[in-house]
């Protein structure tokens, strides 16, 4: 049920749906509750009012209850930020500069590009710093986001877990674009990247002059 795209998918999807399916459960409790209690005990049908006296039990279930069900919520939220705070050794480093309005990425081998590619079931860290104002990374699908300032390094780790294109973001308004700092995530199988990594074409698939030539003399 909570499989997803990135190794974070599964806890990040069940800290939320818990939060969610407890707090439907008690929005509509009450409500019931606050509905029959309105007709039970309306004036018409209580025109004298009458004492209601404590009930120890009631009283202890409704706080020992909520508490656990908190202390669960709090659990799920602090195991998940653990995870993502626990950058794994030898994974590959992708420094990410966000300024108005885009997204840019360095490879360890100095490769630049405007898109971010990255390859399968590989763990990856994002050095991100930003040269002018905040801003937010932000991978929906990924269920990752990072504030990202000025003069501060700040660091986000992944890996991939679906070949495909996912969606990068700005969550932070940041300004007059804010709403076009848009980029793509690629995944591709690591052989195709490290294929392209070390080739010096800027985009995987991209046809070089150079190659074209070649191919040609060797006809």
Known sequence: MFDGVSNFSQSTDLA?????VVSIFFLVLITVLMIYFVIKYNRKRNPKATNVHHNTALEVTW???PTILVLIM??????GYLEQSRVPANA???DVQ????????????????DTLYVPLNKDLVLNLHSIDVNHAFYVPKFRIKKDVYPNQKRTAWFHAKEIGSYDIACAEYCGLNHSYMYNKVYVMPENEFNAWLNSPAKYPGEVLASDTVSNKSNQ
């Open 74 to 79: 709090f659990w799920l939220g602090w195991t």
């Open 98 to 113: 966000a300024q108005m309005w885009k997204w840019s990425f360095k490879y360890p081998n100095g490769k630049q590009t």
């Open 16 to 20: 939320f749906f818990f939060t969610l």
């Open 63 to 65: 706080t020992v209850i």
């Open 92 to 94: 590959l480093t992708i």
